[in-house]
Every structure is written in structure tokens, then in C-alpha cells.
């Protein structure tokens, strides 16, 4: 089976190449790519691969461009580290959809429904690139939420949390004066309902707002070492898997 890799985080696109290896013997990985640009010239001059996994963040635009410009009939296996709120429509359309880092066990079960869907020779359809591309573009995102603030309740406006983390397996929200308010809502369900403009899941505890980023620095083993306002009582790291798409959040 070839395989193409689209992937601008150079730690993601080896670890996807491992995984991929180990799931199955008869892989050969015929390019890793970083771009949109070099892509659109890899298949200009290459055959199709089988498969694609494809990152939808790219460092020069959203991978849906590729398919704007040239015509591709390989089925693609889409991975990202947020938009999760995209997930239902690529499943319901037979499309696979990985969120960063890329679980093993997740990454097999992509793999045994590309197999199912070679076998039954079901069309991949690409019509649905476009819908979603429309849907990252006009969702609607949460511009409320209803907190409770000692006996009674109030309402927090999403654009003054500065950030969300999770802690002693409650969820809180900080919002700009530096209070502190319990939210309803795991850090997963908030990515789905915050706009992905402003906020950005940096690790598995974290999702904070553009906004309160101060200064960033480098930190020891390839991550970021963050700044916030207001200030934090612990320290705020990008994991490594998410550094390259947490600089081109910062930078779009």
C-alpha cells in the first residue's frame, strides 16, 4: 500500500510514519510533504498514492486548497490538533478524521475502514471538502456561558476567558479581571464551542485565548514555555506535538 504523508510538524509526520508501519507490513511511504505548494507539485509529477494522511493546518493555509487545485482520487485520512467540532461530519461521510497526537488504536481503526471501503469499492467523495471547508468558515461559536458564583448564578462572555484548564477534575475558566469560575464543560466539549481563532488547546490540560499570551519562550525537549495573563499558578507549557501548530495559530 503507498502512502502519502501532508505534514508540516516534522515529530507528527514520524511518528504517523511509524504508526502507520507498525499497523500495517506492506506500507511504502512514497513522500512526506510540508506544504501546500510542494504538494500541489508532488502529484503534478508523481501517481496517486493510495492513501493520504493529511494534515487539514498547513504552514502556508488549510490543506482544503490542495483539493481546490488540483484533482485527487486517493482516499485521505484528515488529522489536526483542534477544530474538533468537524469530527461528525467527516465520520458521517466516511471520511476519517485524527486529532494530534495521533492515538495508535485510533490510527488502526482509519486504517480497517479504508480497507472496508476498498473492499466494497465505495467512491470517496470529495463534495464534502468543500461543505466542511464552509463549516470551518460560519460555525457559530458560544459567546455565553452560565457560571455559578457563590449562592447564585451569573453568565461569563467567552471573549474575557483568558483561559480554561482543567484541575482536580473539574474544569475552570479565568477570565480577565483573574477570577476564577467553574465551567459545566470538559476542555473537549470547549473546543468544539469556542471559535478556534482566538483559542488554541496548547496540552491535554490547557485551552487559552489568544489574548493572554505575553511572552513565549523555548523550553527543553521542543516545547514552548508560556506567559500568561492573568497570571497562572503553575506553569504553562505547548506540548511538544502541538508546538509547530500552536506557531501557526500565533501567526495566521
Known amino acids: 500500500m503507498k502512502v502519502l504523508i501532508i505534514e508540516d510538524e516534522l515529530p507528527a509526520a ?24 510542494e ?17 487539514i493546518h498547513l504552514a502556508d493555509g488549510l490543506s482544503f486548497d490542495i483539493f481546490h487545485a488540483i484533482q485527487i482520487h ?14 461528525r461530519a467527516f465520520k458521517v461521510n466516511s471520511i476519517d478524521y485524527l486529532l494530534k497526537p495521533i492515538d495508535a488504536q485510533e490510527l488502526k481503526n482509519a486504517l480497517d475502514k479504508y480497507d472496508q471501503m476498498r ?26 456561558f452560565l457560571v455559578k458564583y457563590g449562592n447564585a448564578f451569573t453568565y461569563i462572555q467567552a471573549q ?6 482543567a484541575e482536580d477534575s473539574l474544569v475552570f475558566a479565568r477570565v480577565m ?9 470538559t476542555l473537549e466539549q470547549l473546543e468544539q464551542l469556542l471559535n478556534p481563532s482566538h483559542f488554541f488547546r496548547i496540552n491535554r490540560k490547557i485551552v487559552l485565548h ?13 516545547r514552548l ?24 495559530w500565533i501567526d495566521q
Not at 489536526?80 to 468537524?86: F, G
Not at 479581571?177 to 464543560?185: C, E, P, V
Not at 489568544?210 to 521542543?222: G, L, R, S, T
Open 14 to 37: 514520524r511518528r504517523i510514519e511509524q504508526l502507520i508501519r507498525q499497523q500495517r507490513s506492506n506500507v511504502e511511504v512514497v513522500a512526506v510533504i510540508d506544504s501546500i505548494s
Open 39 to 55: 504538494a500541489i507539485k508532488w502529484f503534478a509529477q508523481n501517481e496517486a498514492p493510495e492513501l493520504i494522511l493529511m494534515d
Open 74 to 87: 486517493s482516499m485521505v485520512i484528515f488529522t489536526t490538533a483542534y477544530d474538533q467540532y468537524a469530527i
Open 119 to 144: 473492499s466494497n469499492t465505495q467512491k470517496f467523495d470529495y463534495s464534502i471538502i468543500n461543505d466542511l471547508f464552509d463549516n470551518l468558515k460560519n460555525r457559530n461559536f458560544r459567546e455565553r
Open 160 to 165: 474575557d476567558i483568558r483561559y480554561c484548564f
Open 177 to 185: 479581571d483573574g477570577k476564577k469560575y467553574a465551567l459545566d464543560h
Open 210 to 222: 489568544i489574548d493572554a499570551v505575553e511572552k513565549i519562550h523555548p523550553y527543553f525537549n521542543n
Open 225 to 248: 514555555k508560556l506567559e500568561l495573563q492573568p497570571i497562572p499558578g503553575f506553569d504553562i507549557l505547548v506540548s511538544r506535538e502541538r508546538v509547530q501548530d500552536f506557531k501557526n
